[in-house]
């Protein structure tokens, strides 16, 4: 993982500038530099394959989570919890790369792959709202585990009103199915708590019948819903075949306040970006690109800002591009391509430019 | 579980993390160097359903969100302008913990899946968290919000609160409390809980907010006449330890009724006990009730007198040794009433008796 304090590398490739001035020392010093930087590229690489490698387990312990519900067996999500913490130590410095993983779909269509998926961007929010770790990985389970009930209980939805009993009464069953399976307990309370209180996404307060008093949605269940919906539309389910990134943060922005919590969204889109890593573009110059980091969430002191990703143009020398740069004003994305991961040049691209 | 199902437990679990195991690495492999036929065979790995669609609460939102004011061509909408205002996010972030308590809302589902869908699968698990959660609660020191939770499982009728209020109060331990403690509201409702066992753990939990008059001795003085013997004793002893002017009038009322019959030997030689223990001059008291001849032949006075008979002979109250040898010698002493005084004094060792 590259910590706080790491000497950053990154720019100094960029410019194409030496960390070091003093000619005297040239020679020595321009070894030090090669083999810090192969010392550090060494270290990137083994950070590239454990962040990969945490997401796998994390597919993995909801596939297996979800199998065992199907079942007999009773399911615990102990290994989604030990997933997520693992998930979770990377989240800070690596999201741009877990959302340019997710993005590659090798596996989709798979409740597994969507609650997995729905931990992490829950985990890059509660991240970037700088929850304590506890919360963090509190609300990744809970969102890895919310469709849960559905594995037991198949078939075509049944229209539900809002607010209603019968809203009341489903996200009733909902929780009542995940109990009577699941045996742990500390992380399933979040989980109950987001499952009752499911499709009261803004801040608006519950009817107060559900609460026996007006209280508004908690904070983890309009930052699940965040993360669930956001995965949905980008995944796809039955018949819908899913959006492009894009256009699904656009239809999150287009019902904050409404449906979600119009802070949260805004904080969602910021992190991972209108075109989020691992995004195929087009840009204005016509060359192809691809999306290789997001702004970043840290530092966000402006209080509007147009979202302006850093790609790398395919093909050629591969030139990194800062679209946020002065200097880059002119150029933009033309439009996002729909070519389908086997296009795609490989997980090392969402580390950069780090591999360059 | 037998030598060798652990063992064939143990070789499942091992076969299993070797299959995770080997999931992990395909799909590691096929992100770093991805083609058609890795991605292929790893899909073909995962052995899952696909997905039909979500709830009907996520079908019903995503519809509407998908729906007509939104196009899907509409790509100008691109570049949209997020504003974020960095102090609104730090509000944001404190409404974890703002609003209704986490724990709360977990007791209000719990008892509503009690009340709507009962079971008895689920029952025994729902009291087990109940208890969970409002111990969790108390055990942060948040007595307002454990105090909610009493009231909410309370007024549901579904669930016993005394169960809870018990654990909670264990969590107290032997904790000392002041009259501003964050927990006092358990303890008070426990005082007044329509069950004995809270009560009884309540009575023991010390501390200087007993000495609050206005409270305690609202609640305490309804202990005395519990039903239960333990309670009344220790609701004694918390009058003598931080009311001793309450507990005087008490024993001075009970003796000039001189209304026996319905307490204990036991427990009217502890109060006698308390009462000579708040002041020394209250032994004089106790020795009048000795030698008083008023109804020496009614069962209740006679128990009153071998009360205060071991009352004194316990503290070695000369006086009222001489007081006791002189009726456990006089005629005019019931029969069964000289006996038992000259047991008593044989017992402290006052072999003339």
Redesign the interface.
């Known amino acids: 993982m590259k910590m706080a304090d790491e000497p950053d590398s990154s720019g100094l490739q960029q410019r194409g500038e030496s960390p070091v001035t003093n000619t005297e020392n040239a020679e020595p010093a321009a070894a030090v530099v090669a083999d810090t930087e192969k010392s550090l590229e060494g270290q990137q690489g083994d950070d590239e394959r454990e962040v990969i490698e945490t997401y796998a387990r994390l597919l993995v312990a909801c596939h297996n989570f979800q199998r065992e519900f199907r079942t007999d067996a009773t399911p615990t999500a102990s290994k989604i919890r030990e997933s997520v913490a693992d998930v979770d130590k990377f989240v800070a410095d690596y999201a741009d790369a877990f959302v340019g993983l997710m993005q590659t779909k090798f596996l989709v269509e798979h409740p597994f792959v969507h609650g997995a998926n729905a931990a992490v961007y829950a985990l890059i929010l509660a991240d970037a709202l700088k929850l304590c770790r506890e919360r963090r990985i509190q609300c990744a389970t809970a969102a890895a585990t919310a469709d849960a009930d559905e594995l037991t209980t198949p078939g075509p939805a049944e229209s539900v009103d809002f607010g209603d009993e019968s809203h009341r009464r489903q996200n009733l069953d909902s929780l009542v199915a995940l109990m009577k399976k699941c045996a742990d307990g500390a992380d399933l309370a979040l989980s109950l708590v987001t499952l009752y209180e499911g499709g009261f996404l803004d801040a608006q307060p519950l009817p107060s019948a559900w609460y026996d008093g007006e209280y508004a949605s908690h904070l983890a269940t309009r930052i699940i819903a965040i993360a669930r919906d956001y995965d949905l539309l980008v995944q796809g389910f039955g018949e819908f075949p899913g959006l492009n990134p894009d256009l699904a943060a656009q239809a999150l922005l287009t019902e904050m306040g409404s449906q979600y919590d119009e802070r949260l969204v805004k904080l969602f889109v910021t992190t991972i970006g209108i075109y989020p890593v691992g995004s195929l573009v087009k840009l204005s110059d016509k060359h192809r690109a691809i999306v290789i980091r997001s702004p970043a969430p840290a530092g966000r002191e402006e209080l509007f800002r147009v979202i302006r990703p850093t790609v790398k143009t395919l093909g050629g020398d591969g030139e990194i591009i800062d679209l946020s740069d002065e200097e880059h004003v002119d150029l933009y994305i033309l439009e996002l391509l729909d070519e389908k991961f086997e296009t795609h040049p490989g997980a090392r691209w969402f580390f950069s430019p780090f591999n360059d | 579980m037998s030598l060798s199902s652990s063992n064939a437990e143990g070789g499942r679990e091992s076969d299993k993390q070797t299959a995770?195991g080997e999931?992990?690495?395909r799909?590691?492999d096929?992100?770093?160097?991805?083609?058609?036929d890795a991605?292929k065979e790893?899909?073909s790995l995962?052995?899952?359903?696909?997905?039909?669609?979500?709830?009907?609460?996520?079908?019903?939102?995503?519809s509407?969100?998908?729906g007509a004011?939104?196009k899907?061509t509409?790509?100008e909408?691109?570049?949209?302008?997020?504003?974020?205002?960095?102090d609104?996010?730090h509000a944001?972030?404190d409404?974890?913990s703002s609003?209704?308590p986490?724990?709360l809302?977990?007791i209000?589902?719990?008892l509503?899946?009690l009340k709507?869908?009962p079971g008895k699968?689920?029952s025994g698990?729902?009291h087990e968290?109940l208890k969970?959660?409002a111990v969790e609660v108390i055990a942060r020191g948040d007595g307002k919000t454990a105090d909610r939770a009493v009231a909410?499982i309370e007024d549901s009728d579904a669930v016993e609160a005394a169960p809870v209020l018990v654990a909670m109060l264990e969590v107290l331990g032997d904790d000392e409390l002041d009259k501003e403690a964050p927990e006092l509201p358990i303890v008070l409702r426990a005082l007044q809980s329509p069950a004995p066992e809270p009560k009884r753990r309540a009575l023991k939990i010390g501390g200087s907010f007993w000495d609050d008059t206005d409270k305690i001795s609202d609640i305490l003085l309804p202990l005395l006449d519990a039903q239960e013997q333990k309670i009344r004793r220790r609701a004694y002893m918390r009058l003598a330890a931080h009311h001793p002017a309450l507990l005087e009038q008490k024993v001075e009322l009970l003796l000039e009724r001189g209304d026996f019959e319905s307490t204990s030997l036991g427990e009217l030689q502890f109060l006698f006990d308390l009462f000579a223990e708040i002041r020394q001059e209250r032994g004089g008291e106790l020795r009048k009730i000795v030698t008083s001849s008023r109804g020496w032949f009614n069962a209740a006075s006679r128990k009153s007198i071998r009360a205060a008979a071991r009352v004194l002979l316990e503290r070695g109250d000369r006086a009222g040794i001489a007081a006791i040898e002189a009726r456990s010698e006089s005629l005019l002493t019931a029969p069964k009433l000289r006996k038992s005084l000259r047991a008593l004094l044989e017992l402290h060792g006052h072999e003339n008796g």
Do not use: C
Not at chain 2, 30 to 36: G, K, N
Not at chain 2, 48 to 53: R, V
């Open positions: 995770d999931l992990v690495s799909f590691v096929t992100a770093l160097a991805p083609d058609r991605v790893l899909r995962f052995d899952a359903p696909s997905m039909e669609g979500p709830n009907p609460i996520d079908s019903e939102r995503l509407t969100i998908l004011d939104f899907l509409d790509r909408f691109v570049g949209y302008p997020v504003g974020l205002e960095v609104s996010l944001l972030r409404e974890w609003g209704m986490l724990e809302r977990h209000v589902i719990l509503q899946v709507d869908a699968e689920l698990r729902i968290k969970e959660t909410l």
